[in-house]
């Protein structure tokens, strides 16, 4: 039996993380993050101002190109202290399997196929081909921006798709994120950065039917094993 895809967003630095690498540990079940591709591509080909079909293509090839490039290892800006069973990114498709499966996507949407259902193929082929490598048969795909794109992560891989939203105190969220280099840089800044991150989505959760699941940041560390049960 096949398990439904299973996605973790929400804003920065609230935990999303700790969360998939703690799935991560269920010996079915492989943590797979950063993909932030998802959420470029979605612009790319779903947004309302998106470029003309063959731009996109060929932007989201280079795309690719670029993001690919130090796989199966990418760089982050983890601190010291924050170790995971995982790592702070755990990528175990190639370089060759991610330029072929975009390529792929590519020519089903310049042949008239649906975006979104294009995208939700590269997908699941390279999170597939993640979890075979590590002998596991299901995923989980961790990227904060997730919950940005949640409506477009529904219509490329259908009402089956699990959502786990997880939340932060935005005051934590605010001490944890303003030394990050992508984040906002003073802490009047984040009340708006926060709620830009989460309005999208979790407004798409609560008005349409779709397993869509909220945790608290400050019980899964407090109560980590009913959290995750």
Not at 107 to 125: D, L
Request: with cysteine.
């Amino acid at each position: 039996m096949t398990l439904p895809p299973i996605f973790i967003g929400g804003a920065g630095r609230s935990g999303t993380t700790l969360l998939a690498d703690l799935i991560g540990c269920h010996p079915e079940i492989s943590p797979v993050y950063e993909t932030d591709f998802l959420r470029d591509y979605a612009f790319l080909f779903l947004a309302q101002d998106r470029p003309p079909v063959e731009m996109a293509c060929r932007q989201a090839i280079q795309y690719m190109d670029r993001w690919s490039q130090d796989l199966p290892h990418r760089p982050h800006n983890k601190a010291s202290h924050e170790r995971y069973a995982h790592g702070p990114h755990y990528l175990l498709f190639s370089r060759e399997e991610a330029m072929s499966a975009a390529v792929e996507c590519a020519q089903r949407i310049r042949g008239g196929g649906h975006p979104a259902k294009a995208i939700g193929s590269m997908a699941r082929r390279l999170f597939e081909a993640h979890a075979r490598l590590d002998n596991k048969r299901a995923w989980v795909n961790k990227t904060p921006a997730n919950l940005q794109i949640l409506p477009e992560l529904t219509t490329a891989f259908g009402s089956q798709i699990r959502f786990i939203h997880i939340l932060r105190d935005p005051r934590d969220v605010a001490c944890s994120v303003v030394d990050r280099p992508w984040g906002p840089s003073a802490h009047s800044q984040v009340g708006a950065w926060w709620t830009s991150k989460i309005t999208r989505g979790l407004e798409f959760a609560r008005s349409n039917r779709i397993p869509y699941m909220e945790v608290r940041f400050e019980d899964l560390v407090e109560r980590p094993e009913p959290v995750l049960n």
